[in-house]
Each structure stands twice: as C-alpha cells, then as structure tokens.
C-alpha cells in the first residue's frame, strides 16, 4: 500500500464504510486464533450495520464483507490486517505492523493507522507489503 492507495481510500465518501482492523500473526501455532478473531470483528460489524440498517440495507455491504473475509487465507498473514467494505468495494491489506482490534462504521473508511505507520516508514519502504497479496481483493471503485 503507497500513499496513493491511502488517499483513494481516504476519498470513498459512501456510508456505511466498514473499515476492520485486528493484529495477525506470521507463523503458527499463534496464526491460528486470527480466523477467530476476524469471525468475531466482522459478527461485531454485522450486529451494528444490523442494529443501525436492517437486513434490506445492509445486505450489499454485508455480502461484501463476508465474501472478503471468508476468502483470506490466514496461513500467509504479516504483523496486520485491515479490510475496507462498502456497497461498492472490499479491500483487504495484509500490513506489515500490528494494529489494535477495531470496528468503524463511519462514511469514511478509518485510514489513521496507515497514515501513521506510512508516515515514520522510511522512503524506500513505503511500499507493503513486498510480497503479493495471498487473497483476492474486490475493488470497484478503490
């Protein structure tokens, strides 16, 4: 992710944008608790997108997630994982620093973390990760 990818994401202005974040681990056996941990992040965001919506107008939004989240492959995980879902995207990042466990639903997508993170990486790293992505990424408008 550059800093190109952070402002196109910064720019997506459609509510609800639901941005997941959680902390991932590398190897196993400790890789094994983060298909959980996400289960339980997106249960979290369905709940409140439920809470907020109902079912009718937060299905194409919901779809998104779930086929986003279901299609990652957590054997290949960096330090970090953020997803960014609306009606019209699913993106996940796999990062290479640990970020906390969060849910925003917001008309933004929450993209402090990167800028952060982008901001203290040295110039010829900005780029993460330096290897390719294990899961599909859907993007219409990102």
Partial sequence: MDRHQIRLLQQNRAYPAVTI?????????????????????VQEATDRLMGEFGKREAAPVLTRLHRLADGIDHRYGLDGLALFVNADSARAVPLPFTLRERVVVDET????????AMNRTPRSRRSWPGTPCPWPSSASTV
């Fill in 109 to 116: 997508f929450f993209t402090r973390d990167l800028v952060f």
């Fill in 21 to 41: 974040t959680l902390p991932t681990h590398r190897t196993s056996p400790e890789n094994r608790q983060d298909p959980i941990r996400l289960k339980n992040l």
